[in-house]
């Protein structure tokens, strides 16, 4: 028994570890509609987070593959942006990929 009168044991936990594989973010995109467009996931790798910035102010987050149709409100030139995360750091700029792609709509 230890100082407290207690027994106790130590006990060796594995936890998982960060994967290392390299992840790269991307999508294809297809008008779908007048103002409609369809986004599909082009990723690879071990991808925690997706998330997937429109360029007119509306977002989507997904945590595994994903298929995303968008309607754009007006006309214009929109810049999509894709961040996709993994689980080695999850902070801006390390361990993440970004993927950007201009959308004219008419």
């Known amino acids: 028994s230890n ?3 207690t027994d106790s044991t130590e006990q060796e936990v594995d936890l998982p570890v960060p994967s290392e594989e ?3 973010a991307g999508f294809t995109v297809t008008k779908s509609g007048l103002r409609t ?3 599909e ?3 690879s790798g071990p991808v925690l987070l997706y998330i997937l910035d429109m360029g ?3 977002y989507y987050e997904f945590t595994e593959d994903w298929k995303q149709y968008h ?3 007006r006309a214009g030139n929109y810049l999509v942006t894709l961040t996709a995360l993994n689980d ?3 902070e801006p700029l390390e361990g993440e990929e970004i ?8």
């Open 71 to 73: 309607t754009f409100k």
């Open 3 to 5: 100082s407290m009168g």
């Open 99 to 106: 993927f950007t792609k201009r959308i004219y709509v008419l």
């Open 22 to 24: 390299p992840i790269s």
């Open 41 to 43: 996931n082009d990723s």
């Open 56 to 58: 007119d102010g509306s």
């Open 88 to 90: 080695v750091n999850k």
């Open 37 to 39: 467009y369809k986004f």
